[in-house]
């Protein structure tokens, strides 16, 4: 889908300003969208004045009939704290287009709560934060295409988006990118141990275990070979890279990722039926 712009006296609402909320509306904030038009529900003090400092939108500590004007609702709370986040807000939200970022919270569950059909479900990462996000969507039966487009040009701000048809997937999807990043720091921080044992310090295995991540991701994404090609060809014949990869190998490191990607779209399935999905 091609990215519109954000229509442009759109007002939107978070509800929940932490870390994923941050991410959005500090994309939006920056890409030049007045921070008068947002609003975010956010019950404790110190978040609330961080919010407002770092990015000049609106605080409430608690839902009220000014929520009534916002076109976009966006839900940035823990999966457990969501269906009391709904109670005050539905009420003034019943026009909205509602965007939830919660894990394993289904579409099914959302409409209930929030008594609507307008609504998609997104699965993105913290590298949001950075501009460099993932993120993961599904469109409930009440969404529009032009809603669909303003997902797309709302969260354009924070990375890359890819729209799924089957909700089952997000599930999938997360199990790579929504999880993903703590795999990887998981990784750079093995790294970081061994260039230690190895003589270097531990600043300077970061930079170089980062620096590896990000050149061969973008090898990846500017390539049309397969990443095992990739690898190979960094494996000469007979040399060093090889008896790393035997190791791993040996070890069963594909096998133990894959096992935890099965683990954790599995955690995402059992909290939508936590949920009712
Ligand atoms: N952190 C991550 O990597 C990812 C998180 N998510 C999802 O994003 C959602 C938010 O996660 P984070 O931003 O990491 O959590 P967070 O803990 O940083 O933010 C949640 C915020 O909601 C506020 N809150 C609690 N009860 C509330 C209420 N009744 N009304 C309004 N606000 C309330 C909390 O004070 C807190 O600031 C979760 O549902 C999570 O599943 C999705 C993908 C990735
Ligand atoms: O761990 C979690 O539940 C959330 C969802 C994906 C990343 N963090």
């Not at 890409?31 to 004045?49: C, K, S, Y």
């Not at 986040?85 to 099914?108: D, E, M, N, Y």
């Not at 988006?161 to 921080?189: C, H, K, N, T």
């Amino acid at each position: 889908m091609t990215t519109t712009s954000i229509p442009e006296h759109l007002q939107i609402a978070f509800i929940g300003g932490g870390n994923m909320a941050s991410a959005i509306l500090g994309g939006l904030v920056r890409q030049g969208m007045a921070p008068a038009r947002i609003r975010v529900v956010e019950p404790f003090a110190e978040t609330r004045a961080r919010l407002q400092q770092e990015f000049g939108v609106q605080v409430l500590e608690a839902a009220d009939a000014s929520l009534g004007q916002a076109d976009v609702v966006v839900w940035a709370v823990k999966p457990q704290q969501f269906e009391e986040a709904t109670r005050p807000v539905a009420p003034h939200t019943g026009k909205a287009l509602h965007l939830s970022v919660a894990a394993g919270i289904p579409a099914s569950a959302l409409a209930r709560w929030l008594g609507t059909e307008r609504l998609v479900r997104a699965m993105p990462n913290t590298p949001a934060l950075v501009g460099q996000g993932m993120t993961g969507l599904f469109a409930g039966a009440g969404a529009s295409a032009d809603d669909r487009a303003v997902i797309d040009a709302l969260l354009a701000p924070t990375g890359q988006r890819m729209w799924l048809e089957q909700e089952a997937l997000i599930d999938s999807l997360m199990a790579i990118s929504g999880s993903g990043p703590a795999y990887v720091f998981y990784f750079i921080e093995a790294l970081v141990r061994g260039g230690v044992e190895l003589g270097l310090t531990a600043e300077q295995s970061k930079i170089l275990a980062a620096q590896t991540f990000a050149g061969a991701a973008a090898l990846v994404q500017g390539s049309s070979d397969a990443p095992e090609v990739l690898r190979q060809r960094v494996t000469s014949k007979g040399g060093t890279t090889h008896e790393a990869i035997v190791i791993m190998q040996q070890h069963g490191v594909e096998q133990a990722i894959v096992a935890a990607m099965h683990a954790c779209a599995a955690r995402g399935r059992e909290l939508a039926e936590q949920f009712g999905g």
